[in-house]
T-cell receptor, first 117, second 113 residues
Framework: AQSVTQPDIHITVSEGASLELRCNYS??????LFWYVQSPGQGLQLLLK??????LVQGIKGFEAEFKRSQSSFNLRKPSVHWSDAAEYFC???????????????FGKGTMLLVSP | DARVTQTPRDKVTEMGQEVTMRCQPI?????VFWYRQTMMQGLELLAY????????DSGMPKDRFSAEMPDATLATLKIQPSEPRDSAVYFC???????????FGSGTRLTVV
């Protein structure tokens, strides 16, 4: 079964500083990987996704993530954090269901990003 | 932007009562998920529908939970009877098979007292 580990429960970053959120996955086949963001009281919004091809993927809001198969990682990065980026971030791996292709998502426990002035 | 609509937004109910949560997936999406979010367990998959057929509900307590899609515009999650441990935020998400990524609703916050 697939699993996702986000080792950092909380991270505090100064506004304007760079950000990296860690994500490690476990999955026997080629993974489909996602990052979602959740603001308080809201649903999850898709930031970016990796299915194949270029291992550096660009997403919305200036985020990017790099897939490293050798490290089973899919870390999320942003060069300069804005106060509005404060939210909870979830990494997810998509698992093939009944050999029919990409289907269900397994989520990590999330990393809460706090942005200090 | 197209949205997944969930109702009610908040629900407080007494233990033992029936609770029904509704989800309107994005028009044209053929896959629907129900997830439950709690502080302790994070996001747990409860049920998964493709073309209105349930494909996986192994994460759902069968004795009290049921999920259905009576038509392509409505998915329901029902708890009967509800218990305090069911208190959580329940999310519905929809997507198009073969596409990349699902759209989540804003959730139903359920409190069972």
């Amino acid at each position: 079964a697939q699993s996702v580990t986000q080792p950092d429960i909380h991270i505090t970053v100064s506004e304007g500083a760079s950000l990296e959120l860690r994500c490690n996955y476990s999955y026997g086949a080629t993974p489909y990987l996602f990052w979602y963001v959740q603001s308080p009281g809201q649903g999850l919004q898709l930031l970016l996704k990796y299915f194949s091809g270029d291992t550096l993927v660009q997403g919305i809001k200036g985020f990017e993530a790099e897939f490293k198969r050798s490290q089973s990682s899919f870390n999320l990065r942003k060069p300069s954090v804005h106060w509005s980026d404060a939210a909870e971030y979830f990494c997810a791996v998509g698992a093939s269901f009944m050999n029919s292709g990409y289907s269900t998502l397994t989520f990590g426990k999330g990393t809460m990003l706090l942005v200090s002035p | 932007d197209a949205r997944v609509t969930q109702t009610p937004r908040d629900k407080v109910t007494e233990m033992g009562q029936e609770v029904t949560m509704r989800c309107q997936p994005i028009l044209g999406h053929n896959t629907v998920f129900w997830y439950r979010q709690t502080m302790m367990q994070g996001l747990e998959l409860l049920a998964y529908f493709r073309n209105r057929a349930p494909l996986d509900d192994s994460g759902m307590p069968k004795d009290r939970f049921s999920a259905e899609m009576p038509d392509a515009t409505l998915a329901t999650l029902k708890i009967q009877p509800s218990e305090p441990r069911d208190s959580a935020v329940y999310f519905c998400a929809s997507g198009l098979e073969g596409a990349h990524g699902y759209t989540f609703g804003s959730g139903t916050r359920l409190t069972v007292v």
